[in-house]
C-alpha cells in the first residue's frame, strides 16, 4: 500500500465515518496515485454537498 500524502489524508478523514470507512478499505485495496485521490476526494465532497443541499431543501416548509 503506498502512503497517502498527508493533506489528503487529513481531507479524507473529514468525511462521515461511513464514507471515510469505504473510501479508506478501497484505498487500503487498490493502488491510487495522489492526483486520483484528489478527484475522488473532490467527488465525493461534491456528492456530499449535492445530498445535504437536498435534504436542507426538503426540510424547508413549503
Known sequence: MKAIHPNLFTQVMKFPDSVRA??????????????QLKQMIADVAARLDDSAYR???QRLPA
Open 22 to 35: 469505504d473510501l479508506l478499505e478501497f484505498l487500503g485495496a487498490t493502488p491510487v496515485e495522489d492526483a
Open 55 to 57: 435534504g436542507f431543501d
